[in-house]
């Protein structure tokens, strides 16, 4: 009996060896764009965790010199207010001492002739006068120019030299004051600034931590509420000496007011007309000088002989 073979059925020489090598080359092909994705996502995390590790020590960096910053800015505001005080302080004890010393001289003079003569004008009062005399003098003397400043009677120009004089001396009252007023307003509100920024990286470093215990929270958010303190304590000494200079010169600046009417009142019996105080000798001033001087001595050796008697 003869066997029929089926050519279908009958499997090539060369498919079996190319089928296994076909096998065998396509999972290495498909492999390899898995693993390069493995490898940059692990480049990834590593990239990750060493950022996540630099950007709290530099916010803790950055926090720490801001708050410093703002802790010197509080210090130089501070500074600049005490300075202030103490150079207003002086400014007005001596302007107090030089208007009363002058006030007693011009109205225990004989008449307005001889207070034009007294020759001491220290002192804002002592200038304001010394305004008003030299406008008298000019225009008795005839040296009045015609233009518009000088435009007006004599009375008109007195007034108006008189206030020009006053002005000049509210500004150099209130020099200074601005600067007061500036760090009184704004140093809480830079104390509190420096506060918040503290209170931030505070709270990045105890969420790197990752405790929130009482011993890790209150040091550095404590240390962050000294700017607030800081701030809060150069506000309030700038605030009290701004109030208190304030109301000093507008005490001084009604004295100047009523000085510069009782002026134009005196002037106006005299009818705008006061004489060229004349040239003294150098040995005349020097005489009452020593008089004046002798005089100041006898009053102060009175209490004395009064306590040994």
Do not use: C
Not at 80 to 90: E, F, R, S, V
Not at 173 to 202: D, R
Not at 211 to 222: K, R
């Amino acid at each position: 009996m003869t066997q029929t073979t089926s050519p279908v059925s009958q499997t090539p020489p060369g498919a079996g060896i190319a089928n296994p090598a076909a096998s065998g080359i396509a999972p290495g092909i498909t492999d390899a764009p898995a693993g390069a994705a493995q490898a940059a996502s692990a480049a990834t995390e590593q990239v990750a965790s060493a950022a996540s590790g630099i950007a709290p020590a530099g916010s803790d960096i950055t926090s720490a010199v801001i708050v410093d910053g703002t802790l010197w800015v509080l210090i130089g505001f501070s500074v600049a207010t005490w300075a202030l005080i103490l150079i207003k302080g002086i400014q007005h004890l001596r302007i107090s001492h030089h208007n009363r010393v002058f006030s007693k001289q011009f109205w225990g003079a004989q008449d307005f002739q001889a207070a034009a003569a007294l020759g001491t004008y220290a002192g804002p009062a002592g200038r304001v006068a010394q305004a008003g005399f030299a406008t008298l003098i000019e225009a008795d003397g005839g040296t009045t120019t015609h233009d518009l400043e000088h435009t007006g009677d004599r009375q008109e120009l007195l007034d108006r030299r008189l206030r020009q004089q006053m002005q000049k001396e509210r500004g150099a009252l209130e020099s200074g004051l601005a600067i007061l007023a500036t760090v009184g307003s704004i140093s809480p509100f830079v104390g509190l600034f420096g506060t918040v920024w503290g209170i931030m990286g505070a709270l990045t470093s105890i969420s790197k931590s990752g405790s929130a215990s009482l011993d890790v929270v209150a040091g550095p958010i404590g240390e962050a509420l000294i700017a607030t303190a800081v701030g809060i304590a150069v506000a309030v000494p700038a605030v009290i000496a701004y109030n208190f200079f304030i109301r000093r010169n507008k005490v001084i600046w009604a004295f100047l007011d009523d000085f510069a009417i009782d002026f134009v009142h005196l002037a106006l019996k005299t009818s705008f007309i006061i004489k060229r105080p004349a040239a003294r000798p150098a040995a005349s001033r020097l005489a009452d000088a020593a008089g004046n001087r002798k005089h100041i001595l006898n009053d102060e050796e009175l209490p004395a002989k009064g306590a040994h008697a």
